[in-house]
């Protein structure tokens, strides 16, 4: 930086309020949710003295109202989704980038275009190819169509800047072509994997609309499901309710704490490289 | 010689094909064959019970003359329209001002907070918002009562709900979009900052002259990602305000789901489908030419 002189600024001192500010606004409802997760109130007006701090409503929803099982779901569909979709991601980006496949970069650009298709277009027939397969209310239609052309992509622009030479290496020593790819290639794509796998897991973790239409079971419900109906019903007792948003934000919540630069990281290599 | 090596490049392309090969049929499933499939419904009357029959245009003209349709085309656009430059500016402005102004560990704990609500489920979100947008006892109308506002009907009245879903997903995406503007800024090179720095310009000269044209790839990827997915508006509408009062903040998205999973008017939702289809690639192919003759 030219000139070290930090210089008091009054636009300076007025935009980190500013920022402070809307910072506040970010995580406010969030506060005010797990505040109200902690009382058993039917109207609005919340007190002090309302505030608990006891687990009952956290108790009621996860052994009471079913969202155990709901729970359960979402934790099975958000793990097997971010272990198939990195497994199918990572072989595809080695073969675009790695291998001399005739037509790659033409089928790839088709890859990319598909991202830009909203997911309602796809939804009637994705629903109508899962009734007839009779994958209607299983794991399976949950998890398959996970994997798609965003990991190719953000794991393929990672693969980029991986040296051959490792690749090269084991094929020399005679290497079979699987174990190169478990062996080799994999963890040398690793930040990449973890960086999809957060993803993956939080957007499968979230994902509302095609959980509604495709398991229709309450047995095969996902968590925002269960809380969506919760949420409907007439008769709301805001703390249960609150309890069981702040439920399904805890675990995102959780990673995001811990692996936090992976977040970010992420983010970056999905958007700015490209 | 010569032949080996080609044998070998062979068998390589070939590993390469297996190993495309499970991404490829997902993405020929769900994606180019459900869209032709999708097209194919859009001109049938399939209701889920009966075989499809062929209607011709009788859905597209339908849909044409539905004021329902009408009104969350209406929606839509405006939505986008709202939300896109809204939360395009604000995280840029926030970008911008933590990268320069704030470059400590209050910046970047600032920057971590601000990126929380994107983590949050929409479903979530808005049943934590619905509570918040409450008329009687809400606490955004204890807070405005606080100044001496009378209570407003926020989720009641047509274009307040409208508004409500707007700022729902502002605040959901503000920060996703801070993170990527940060990187971009991060990446703007020191040289050239330093150099308008010795010719005298100022932190607003050197945002517009510098900061902003580096960060156009950035900003394009932002707005093309910000209209993507504002037309494909679902959850926030059908948790926060089903659409309504009325049909004021019904979309198409949400419309096509209620016609096909509430209605069971396959073949209608389908031709809602692709207009929906037909306007996002249409946006996106006149964005293009846009930022390609600009450049």
Request: charged content about 10%; glycine content about 6%; overall charge positive.
């Amino acid at each position: 930086m030219v000139g070290k002189t930090k210089r008091f600024s009054l636009a300076g001192a007025g935009g980190s309020i500013l920022v402070t500010f809307f910072a506040l606004l970010c995580v406010a409802p969030l506060v005010y949710m797990v505040l109200m997760s902690f009382t058993q109130l039917r109207t609005l007006y919340i007190r002090l003295e309302d505030i608990t701090f006891n687990l009952q409503n956290y108790y009621i929803i996860i052994f009471k109202n079913s969202f155990g099982r709901a729970l359960l779901n979402s934790i099975i569909v958000a793990v097997l989704s971010c272990v198939w979709t990195d497994l199918v991601c990572a072989m595809a980006a080695y073969g675009f980038e790695k291998k001399p496949v005739p037509g790659k970069e033409k089928l790839f650009k088709v890859y990319l275009a598909t991202m830009m298709i909203p997911s309602q277009v796809t939804l009637i027939p994705l629903f109508l190819i899962m009734r007839q397969i009779g994958w209607l209310n299983s794991y399976a239609a949950l998890v398959v169509p996970m994997a798609g052309a965003f990991g190719c992509f953000m794991l393929r622009q990672f693969m980029k800047n991986v040296d051959d030479v490792f690749i090269e290496a084991a094929q020399i020593d005679g290497c079979p072509e699987p174990l190169i790819f478990l062996r080799v290639v994999l963890p040398l794509v690793q930040p990449a994997l973890i960086s999809l796998t957060i993803f993956t897991f939080v957007s499968a973790w979230n994902s509302f609309i095609w959980p509604l239409v495709v398991n229709t079971n309450t047995q095969m419900y996902t968590f925002p499901i269960a809380l969506s109906l919760l949420d409907s019903q007439h008769d709301t007792n805001y703390g249960l309710t609150m309890a069981a948003a702040a439920a399904s934000f805890v675990i995102p919540f959780a990673m995001y704490v811990g692996m936090q630069e992976q977040f970010v990281e992420g983010i970056a290599l999905g958007g700015v490289k490209g | 010689m010569k032949k080996s090596k080609l044998t070998r490049d062979g068998r390589q392309a070939i590993y390469g094909m297996l190993y495309i090969l499970p991404s490829f049929l997902i993405i020929m499933v769900f994606c180019i064959i459900s869209i032709a499939l999708a097209a194919y419904f859009s001109f049938t009357n399939y209701n889920l019970y009966n075989a499809p029959e062929f209607v011709g245009l009788n859905n597209y003209v339908n849909v044409f003359k539905s004021g329902t349709f009408y009104a969350a085309l209406t929606n839509t656009v405006k939505y986008v329209i709202v939300v896109v430059p809204l939360q395009t500016i604000l995280a840029l402005l926030l970008a911008v001002f933590i990268a320069e102004k704030m470059r400590n560990r209050y910046g970047s704990f600032l920057r971590s907070v601000i990126f929380i609500p994107f983590i949050v489920s929409s479903i979530a979100a808005s049943a934590v918002w619905k509570v918040i947008f409450k008329t009687k006892g809400g606490i955004l109308n204890v807070a405005l009562g606080l100044f001496g506002i009378d209570e407003v009907n926020w989720l009641g009245a047509k274009t307040l709900a409208f508004v409500c879903v707007c700022i729902v997903t502002i605040w959901k995406n503000v920060g996703y979009y801070m993170v990527i503007y940060y990187a971009g800024v991060m990446g703007i090179s020191l040289e050239q900052k330093e150099a308008a720095i010795v010719d005298g310009a100022n932190a607003w000269q050197r945002f517009w002259r510098i900061t902003l044209p580096s960060l156009k790839p950035i900003t394009y990827m932002i707005i093309t990602l910000g209209v993507i997915s504002s037309f494909q508006i679902f959850d926030i509408v059908y948790q926060l305000t089903g659409g309504g009062p009325g049909t004021s903040t019904i979309t198409l998205a949400y419309m096509v789901y209620t016609y096909a999973f509430s209605n069971q008017k396959l073949g209608y939702a389908s031709a809602i489908a692709m207009v929906l289809l037909v306007i996002v690639l249409l946006i996106h192919w006149i964005q293009n030419a846009f930022f390609k003759e600009k450049e």
